[in-house]
């Protein structure tokens, strides 16, 4: 043992001692070295060294003189070091390098003189306030170009001119407030423009945007779509803006576009979203919807309209959506929800209808869901008929609303259910309650139950766990028995299902 430690505080001293690392480096035998807390970039450095990672280093400003003699250097990573400066050309003779990493510095503009060979580039979290057209000139290799998160106002095309290879365009949590069109970008599959101040996309800006596949532009001031989205679209988010329609006859040519993010705008309503014939996913949360969307596409899986003002689901809201697996109406001000509107979905797994203002459990529901969240309702009662085929049921959320008694024949029907949430209801806690206290048990069903509002001598005791009522009910089945007893015998495992087990104690149940 002794000799092993000896060994190891040899080998990270022989490490740090060695000609070919310099000090609070490590390297290792993949020709890549790591720093921390480096007042500047050391000398000796190996010079087949590929990949330079620095870290939590106090080093203000970058100079060429760091770099001479990495020649083999393929990355070089600088993080949170404080850098405000780079030298001019630092980076030009580092003639293989691919990735140029500089984040959460305090650079105020691009290094200049970057080197033809780059591939990656990300100066996230700096302070740059504007690119320049020199700044990304030559460099018709770069595939990835990251600006997250610094002080930007404006881009055109001019800056970008030279990426001809550009497939990744990230500039989100800037200041941009214009942009101007066309953009030159042949390859980019990838643009996100979130939290700018963005009011308007110019109607030429896509034009030679012939491969864009993922584009957002949610957190700005949008009012309106952009128009002329390019047609290879797969996915637009536009949420947080302030947009009050969408018109989808201007959006009828994205034949391919399959996600589309409308959150957190102020639509009133939505209407003709089937023209997006391959929409699979649409989120419409937060808006002002006061009725569901109508004429939805078809291949539609994912639907969410939560916190909207929605009073209705009718049976013609769902007609054609055979392919819906996610539907989320929580939020909303649902009452009427009609009876079987639901049966056509039948792939629909997961229903979120919680805080709405459902009076009972909706009848009729798919078969085949395995989640129903109906927390923060007025139902008052189950009943068999509402449950008793959702046999593939996993999860059933009934906290918060206003029942007080439950009926063992629901529960018998449920086979599957995992997870059962009845806390925040006015109980009953009479004998038959307890009664499906065991039944649950007995099925594995994990079970927040919450207390007792009736009778007067339970109230706020907890009904899966209290003794108080255990006790009582003891008694009362015992008596019940007896009474049996003389009619047929009691099997001994029927007894010991009823006969409550003193180690239950050991659960609780309890909600904050
Ligand atoms: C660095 O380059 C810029 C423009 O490329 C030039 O204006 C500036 O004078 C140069 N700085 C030094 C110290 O050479
Ligand atoms: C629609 O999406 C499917 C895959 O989800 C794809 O195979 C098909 O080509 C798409 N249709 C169009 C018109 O792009
Ligand atoms: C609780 O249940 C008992 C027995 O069914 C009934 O007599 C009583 O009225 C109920 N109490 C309340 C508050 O519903």
Redesign the pocket.
């Known amino acids: 043992m002794h000799l092993l430690c000896a060994f190891l505080v040899w080998l990270s001293l022989s490490d740090g001692l060695s000609p070919n690392c310099p000090g609070r480096c490590s390297c290792d035998s993949m020709q890549s070295v790591q720093c921390y807390r480096l007042m500047e970039v050391p000398s000796g450095i190996p010079s087949t060294t590929k990949r330079l990672y620095i870290s939590h280093s106090r080093i203000q400003h970058l100079q060429l003189s760091y770099f001479t003699g990495l020649f083999a250097l393929e990355d070089f990573i600088l993080l949170a070091s404080g850098t405000e400066s780079v030298e001019n050309d630092t980076f030009k003779t580092l003639s293989i390098l691919k990735t140029l990493e500089l984040l959460k510095n305090k650079l105020r503009q691009v290094p200049s003189g970057l080197p033809a060979s780059l591939e990656v580039l990300k100066l996230n979290d700096n302070s740059i306030r504007a690119l320049h057209e020199s700044d990304f000139e030559g460099l018709k290799r770069l595939k990835v170009l990251e600006l997250k998160n610094n002080l930007i106002s404006s881009l055109s095309p001019s800056m970008l001119s030279s990426l001809i290879s550009l497939q990744s365009l990230m500039v989100d949590g800037n200041n941009i407030e214009s942009v101007a069109g066309p953009l030159a970008l042949p390859h980019l599959k990838h643009m996100s423009m979130e939290n700018n101040k963005l009011r308007l996309i110019p109607g030429n800006f896509f034009t030679f945007l012939q491969s864009l596949q993922f584009l957002s532009f949610s957190g700005n001031f949008l009012t309106k779509m952009p128009m002329n989205l390019p047609k290879s679209l797969l996915s637009l988010k536009m949420e947080r803006n302030q947009l009050k329609v969408v018109r989808f006859r201007d959006m009828k040519h994205l034949?391919?576009l399959?996600h589309l993010y409308l959150s957190e705008n102020f639509l009133t309503s939505i209407e003709g979203a089937q023209q997006l014939?391959?929409l699979?996913t649409l989120e419409v949360s937060q808006n002002q919807l006061q009725m569901l969307p109508v004429k939805l596409p078809a291949?539609l899986q994912k639907l969410d309209c939560s916190s909207n003002l929605i009073q209705r689901v009718t049976a013609q809201d769902f007609q054609d959506l055979r392919d819906l697996k996610h539907l989320f109406l929580d939020n909303n001000a649902v009452s009427l929800f009609e009876a079987g509107a639901l049966q056509k979905c039948s792939q629909l797994s997961n229903l979120a209808l919680e805080q709405n203002l459902l009076l009972s459990i909706p009848l009729r529901l798919p078969k085949t869901l395995a989640r129903l969240d109906l927390k923060g309702n007025a139902i008052q009662d189950i009943a068999e008929r509402e449950l008793k085929d959702l046999k593939q049921l996993q999860v059933l959320n009934l906290r918060n609303n206003k029942i007080s008694a439950l009926d063992l024949k629901v529960l018998e029907g449920l086979p599957r259910l995992r997870h059962l949430y009845l806390d925040g209801n006015p109980w009953n806690c009479t004998c038959s309650l307890l009664r499906a206290r065991e039944v649950l048990k007995a099925k594995g069903t994990d079970v927040k139950g919450g207390q007792c509002a009736a009778p007067a001598e339970q109230q706020g005791e907890s009904w899966m766990s209290s003794k108080k009522i255990m006790r009582q009910c003891e008694h009362h089945l015992h008596q019940n028995e007896k009474g049996k007893e003389t009619k047929k015998k009691l099997k001994p495992e029927d007894s010991s299902s009823i006969r409550p087990s003193v180690d239950d104690d050991d659960y609780d149940y309890e909600i904050d």
């Open positions: 034949e391919t399959s014939a391959n699979t291949r």
